[in-house]
């Protein structure tokens, strides 16, 4: 039996960070917001420690603060303030962000927390309804709107909408049915992630070293805790991950170099395979993808969130811009700004974290005395440092007003 639930301005399939930030985005201009997810997020009181964490950049900082959740995420977060590069014992690079004027490079936490966080601020909005449970099941498209079936709690339901949004990750079940092509690339690499305590401080030091599986990272958390993100080929990361607690605990002390002491596991590690992905299109006829469910990049850089997060603001701009002039928010002339906006940005960070990976997993003699060079002159000429700066951490391609600070 189907029954017809509502209509709705926006369903949003997929109430991860990004999802979520954008119903909460939306829901200020006074649109009906539907989400859907099978999973629950945590009340933030109910938070634990978890194995995957994000570093945060500013531009991020001002876009979950315009959605309300940013007060709630602060006191949990942990400033980088250097980013250090160990390609050997000779060859290292440190970067400060107050040499580019910045406060910060990014501010690590947890992920689990993020959503935690624009939970609590969307579970106050009454014209957001967040269905859990809930999956899309299929949607058909007319000159209107979209009449999307869902399952909600093993009951199917219909809802009516003008535009629906494709949050549901990597796997996305709505690029999927929307018919959306992928170029996609496994790396055949493994991101093994952890928190740990540590007996030194980490000095708000983020500290990457390479190797031939891939880059190693200690990432600051609040008081003298980590995450780990550890690259490795994926025999390799399969070997450790059947490793006992204790061998497990002593392979990260023996990567750490003993840089922040002696280290004790807080969370299990978990695994996450990696690969990356572009769907060829960022829409269809009313329906926008953000986020995995439009791009997922290699870890290295910490740029995946972040470009995610871009792609939040940057669609709820256009649909604020196209409600507030009256016209169609789910038409093809708005959502064709918003691809518009968006491709640079995607293109150049798909790119770059691709190329960067490539430069770094691998022990070919050459590149590696290449890296090492690379990483010396950098080092030593400061306008090259600021350059190499620059380009990580302030995305050229990015316009949105809520990244830079501004009102929706
Ligand atoms: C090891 C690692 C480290 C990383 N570190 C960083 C970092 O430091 N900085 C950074 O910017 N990025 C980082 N990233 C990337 C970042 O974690 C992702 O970009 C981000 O989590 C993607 O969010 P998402 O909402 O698209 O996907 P997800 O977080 O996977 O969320 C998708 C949501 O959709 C829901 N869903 C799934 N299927 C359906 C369905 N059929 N219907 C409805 N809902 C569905 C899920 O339950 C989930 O809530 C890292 C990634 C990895 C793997």
Redesign the pocket.
């Known amino acids: 039996m189907v029954s017809a639930l509502k209509n709705c301005d926006v369903v949003i399939?997929?109430?991860?960070?990004?999802?979520l930030c954008l119903a909460a985005l939306l829901a200020d201009i006074g649109l009906d917001i539907v989400v859907?997810?099978?999973?629950l997020p945590t009340r933030i009181k109910d938070i634990r420690p978890d194995g995957?964490?994000?570093?945060?950049m500013a531009g991020s900082v001002n876009i979950l603060r315009a959605a309300g959740a940013w007060e709630l995420c602060e006191p949990h977060g942990s400033a980088l303030n250097t980013l250090r590069i160990i390609e050997s014992a000779s060859a290292r690079a440190d970067f400060r962000a107050d040499d580019i004027g910045l406060p910060y490079f990014g501010i690590?936490m947890q992920?689990n927390l993020q959503r935690a966080a624009l939970y609590e601020v969307i579970l106050k909005k009454k014209n957001i309804t967040f269905l859990c449970p809930a999956?899309?099941k299929d949607f058909t498209t007319d000159d209107v709107g979209v009449s999307v079936t869902i399952n909600e709690n093993g009951k199917e339901q219909i809802l009516r909408t003008r535009l629906l949004v494709g949050?549901?990750?990597?796997?996305s079940?709505v690029r999927a049915q929307a018919g959306i092509e992928v170029r996609d690339h496994d790396y055949g690499q493994m991101?093994i992630?952890c928190i740990i305590n540590h007996s030194k401080p980490h000095d708000n030091i983020s500290t990457e070293f390479h190797r031939p599986g891939g880059p190693f990272t200690i990432v600051p958390l609040p008081g003298n805790q980590s995450s780990i993100?550890w690259v490795e080929y994926t025999a390799d990361a399969d070997a450790f991950l059947k490793l006992r607690r204790d061998d497990f605990e002593r392979a990260l002390q023996d990567r750490t170099e003993n840089l922040v002491g002696r280290i004790e596991m807080v969370t299990p590690p978990e695994a996450?395979p990696l690969k990356s992905l572009h769907a060829k299109s960022l829409i269809a006829p009313r329906l926008a993808l953000i986020?995995?469910?439009a791009h997922v990049l290699h870890?290295l850089g910490?740029?995946?969130?972040?470009l995610?997060l871009r792609d939040a603001a940057t669609l709820a701009e256009e649909i604020a811009d196209a409600a507030r002039s009256g016209l169609d928010i789910g038409s093809h002339a708005t959502l064709h700004r918003y691809e518009f906006r968006r491709r640079a940005d995607i293109q150049t960070r798909l790119m770059g974290t691709d190329g960067l990976n490539r430069m770094v997993s691998n022990n070919i003699g050459l590149l590696r005395t290449l890296r090492s060079i690379g990483l010396k002159t950098i080092d030593a000429i400061e306008p090259l440092r600021r350059f190499a700066m620059n380009e990580g951490v302030v995305p050229g391609y990015d316009d949105s007003r809520l990244s830079r600070g501004e009102n929706l």
């Not at 859907?36 to 999973?39: K, R, T, V, Y």
């Open positions: 399939s997929g109430g991860g960070v990004p999802g859907l997810d099978p999973h995957r964490t994000a570093a945060l690590n992920n999956m899309l949050a549901d990750g990597r796997n079940a991101a992630t993100v996450w986020a995995e469910a870890p910490a740029q995946g969130l972040n995610s």
